[in-house]
């Protein structure tokens, strides 16, 4: 028989023990707009979220629109201004925001629906699935007003798992009501990680535009597959993690401390690398596990 046939079901083989292990249970999955603009690396991800909803895992999934955001209020002849990587919004930067990350979401779960007719559905901020405060933001002795700009204060658990009930895939983008009917721009990332801790997620996943956690960002083969979080802590008191890693780390060791079984960093430019980190052994990004776990 043909080796190439044999490789193949041994690599069915190697996926079982995932599959049936993870079958019933919740992923957090977070993508960013910087992937979502490259048409093949989407549609990757896209594919791998329909392979998870057919073998029995749901999924909650927060898309970013980093990009398209700062290009359309470019677009428009307005400044794009940032306090320590939370965009300051302001009401005309809001309509934008709100513009741009809707049509993200729904075209995302339109394609899902028609291409690879997965269960999928929008979850939308009028449903007050998440109820989010203002963000009184402190800078040293400083209070800077972000504008309309957000975090999550609560997560309404019993909505979503009801909803999951319906359809196994649930497509949100980070904008989210207040008490008193305020609609707020969230980061993306703790939006997913507050979600993850709040259902006890078996994982939060992370897709970015690199491998990983890096030991040197610059150089690939200093990629950190496993990372306890005690050492994540110390990279970024060392600034080894920087920049935009910073919130999906501290997200990430948030997510771990509070319930969170897993957490993946992982680059959505390889292709299909949600199914290779989830359902392999090598894997192919950074995976955060508590101190003295055991990995996946």
């Given amino acids: 028989m043909d080796d190439e046939i044999l490789k193949k079901a041994d690599v069915l083989l190697e996926s079982y023990p995932y599959i049936k292990n993870y079958k019933g249970k919740i992923f957090v999955i977070k993508v960013g707009g910087s992937i979502l603009k490259i048409e093949q690396a989407r549609k990757d991800i896209l594919q791998d979220i329909a392979f998870l909803e057919v073998v029995g895992i749901n999924v909650i999934l927060i898309c970013g629109g980093g990009p398209f955001i700062t290009e359309e209020i470019e677009k428009k002849g307005s400044k794009v201004t940032f306090v320590d990587g939370l965009r300051v919004t302001d009401k005309n930067t809001l309509q934008i925001v709100q513009d741009v990350l809707y049509r993200v979401r729904d075209g995302i779960v339109d394609e899902l629906v028609e291409k690879f007719q997965a269960s999928a559905s929008s979850i939308l901020p009028e449903e007050k699935y998440v109820i989010a405060k203002k963000i009184h933001y402190q800078r040293g002795a400083e209070v800077v007003d972000l504008g309309f700009v957000g975090q999550v204060d609560q997560v309404n658990n019993e909505y979503i798992?009801?909803?999951?009930e319906k359809y196994k895939v649930l497509v949100a983008a980070p904008l989210f009501y207040d008490k008193d009917g305020v609609l707020l721009n969230v980061n993306a990332d703790s939006v997913a990680s507050s979600i993850a801790e709040?259902?006890?997620a078996e994982k939060l996943i992370f897709l970015t535009d690199v491998l990983g956690i890096m030991r040197h960002p610059e150089k690939s083969e200093t990629l950190i597959s496993i990372l306890e979080l005690s050492?994540?802590?110390?990279?970024?008191?060392?600034k080894v993690i920087?920049?935009?890693m910073i919130p999906k780390a501290i997200s990430s060791i948030s997510a771990i401390k509070n319930g969170v079984k897993k957490v993946?960093?992982?680059s959505g430019n390889i292709s299909h690398s949600i199914l290779l980190e989830v359902f392999t052994k090598a894997g192919v990004g950074t995976e955060i596990i508590k101190d003295g776990e055991k990995p996946d």
């Fill in 198 to 200: 709040s259902l006890k």
């Fill in 161 to 164: 798992k009801n909803k999951l």
């Fill in 264 to 266: 993946h960093i992982i």
């Fill in 242 to 244: 920087k920049e935009g």
């Fill in 231 to 238: 050492e994540g802590n110390e990279l970024i008191e060392k």
